[in-house]
DNA sequence: ACGGAAACCTGCTGGC
DNA sequence: TGCCAGCAGGTTTCCG
């Protein structure tokens, strides 16, 4: 479900209610919650306890939450996976059906982590520099590539790596290892902004075409984020439960045999990866059928 | 390296 | 009413 837009509305609330605060008790709900941690929930729940959350910080899809530490830092680590939801709450949210992790805070409040379909999780892990950021990141998230938003973000190096790949566009601008952030919807989106045929070849792009999809997609999702997200349904809400409302702005995602909002041409829906990708038949030209070269 | 498919899950919708 | 297929914002892993 969630992409950049909606982990970080989920981040500016986690931020605003958790920042200074210390965990009082935590709770592993579920036994997938923490199953990327291999020592399991109930030591990252030990991990947590008396901890100070110091900020929450983002990449990609990816949050965590630097804790006061005296010698090694470190932080909790989230990703929300298809339905996960952070919400922050005066009274605990036990009974609730989704409900898979929850701790109280020093102020009274609680976080909860609710997941449908359990696919998002918690982990635990170290802090190392990164020298492009100018901050610390977990260890285990150096292999995600720096989102359109991050100061290590370089259009001409990413321009560059795209270029290099054999793959379809789509498929590159959704591998996180390359630029992270973007997911089914903006990709979908992007490309449509950009008169980019999903499944054109990266390597045969000029660049120029490469750096304006990957501005469509900064663009598009400053936008989205600021309508608080796009929310098909309540899987996907902000930490105080509400919706966002970048819905009604899509383009193309979702809009199948519905005109094309730039030509009036019908929106198609094409299958890929075991999923969808939907565009304008006449404002994004098919790649040729040729051996690549 | 690449493309395809399945796996991990729950739950909703639409057709018969 | 029930059943079943298909679908969903993500990531990982295996296979050819």
Same mark, same amino acid.
């Given at each position: 479900? *969630?992409?950049?837009?909606?982990?970080?509305?989920?981040?500016?609330?986690?931020?605003?209610?958790? @920042?200074?605060?210390?965990?009082?008790? @935590?709770s592993?709900l =579920?036994?997938?919650?923490?199953?990327?941690?291999?020592?399991?929930?109930?030591?990252?729940?030990?991990?947590?306890?008396?901890?100070?959350?110091?900020?929450? #910080?983002?990449?990609?899809?990816?949050?965590?939450?630097?804790?006061?530490?005296?010698?090694? *830092?470190?932080?909790?680590? $989230?990703?929300?996976?298809?339905?996960? %939801?952070?919400?922050?709450t005066?009274q605990p949210l036990r009974g609730h059906r989704h409900l898979r992790f929850d701790a109280l +805070?020093?102020?009274?409040?609680w976080?909860s982590?609710l997941? %449908?379909?359990?696919?998002?999780?918690?982990?635990?892990?170290?802090?190392?520099?990164?020298?492009?950021?100018?901050?610390?990141?977990?260890?285990?998230?150096?292999?995600?590539?720096?989102?359109?938003?991050?100061?290590?973000?370089?259009?001409?190096? /990413?321009?560059?790596?795209?270029?290099?790949?054999?793959? #379809?566009?789509?498929?590159?601008?959704?591998?996180? %290892?390359?630029?992270?952030?973007?997911?089914?919807?903006? @990709?979908?989106?992007?490309?449509?902004?950009?008169?980019?045929?999903?499944?054109?070849? $990266? =390597?045969?792009?000029?660049?120029? @075409? &490469?750096? $304006?999809? +990957?501005?469509?997609?900064?663009?598009?999702?400053?936008?989205? +984020?600021? %309508?608080?997200?796009?929310?098909?349904?309540?899987?996907?809400?902000?930490?105080?439960?509400?919706?966002?409302?970048?819905?009604?702005?899509?383009? /193309?995602?979702?809009?199948?045999?519905? $005109?094309?909002?730039?030509?009036?041409?019908?929106?198609?829906?094409?299958?890929?990866?075991?999923?969808?990708?939907? &565009?304008?038949?006449?404002?994004?030209?098919?790649?040729?059928?040729?051996?690549?070269?």
């Amino acid at each position: 479900m *969630p992409e950049l837009p909606e982990v970080e509305t989920v981040r500016q609330g986690l931020a605003h209610h958790l @920042a200074g605060r210390t965990v009082v008790t @935590a709770s592993a709900l =579920h036994p997938r919650v923490a199953r990327r941690h291999l020592l399991g929930g109930v030591d990252l729940c030990d991990r947590l306890t008396g901890r100070r959350c110091l900020s929450v #910080e983002r990449r990609g899809k990816y949050l965590w939450m630097p804790l006061e530490s005296q010698d090694e *830092p470190e932080a909790l680590v $989230a990703h929300l996976g298809m339905s996960g %939801q952070f919400r922050v709450t005066d009274q605990p949210l036990r009974g609730h059906r989704h409900l898979r992790f929850d701790a109280l +805070l020093d102020d009274g409040r609680w976080l909860s982590f609710l997941d %449908q379909r359990t696919f998002g999780g918690l982990s635990w892990d170290v802090l190392k520099p990164d020298l492009l950021e100018l901050r610390e990141v977990p260890v285990a998230l150096r292999q995600i590539a720096p989102d359109p938003f991050e100061r290590g973000f370089d259009m001409d190096t /990413v321009a560059a790596t795209i270029r290099r790949r054999r793959s #379809e566009i789509k498929r590159v601008l959704l591998d996180q %290892q390359v630029v992270s952030g973007i997911g089914n919807i903006y @990709a979908d989106e992007a490309l449509w902004r950009a008169r980019v045929h999903p499944e054109r070849s $990266a =390597h045969r792009m000029p660049s120029k @075409a &490469v750096v $304006a999809t +990957l501005d469509a997609a900064r663009e598009v999702m400053a936008e989205a +984020l600021g %309508q608080g997200g796009t929310s098909f349904d309540d899987l996907y809400v902000n930490v105080n439960g509400e919706s966002g409302y970048f819905e009604r702005s899509l383009a /193309v995602y979702g809009r199948q045999d519905q $005109a094309c909002r730039r030509c009036g041409a019908p929106i198609r829906r094409l299958h890929f990866m075991n999923r969808s990708s939907f &565009v304008c038949q006449r404002c994004q030209r098919p790649p040729r059928r040729t051996p690549s070269g």
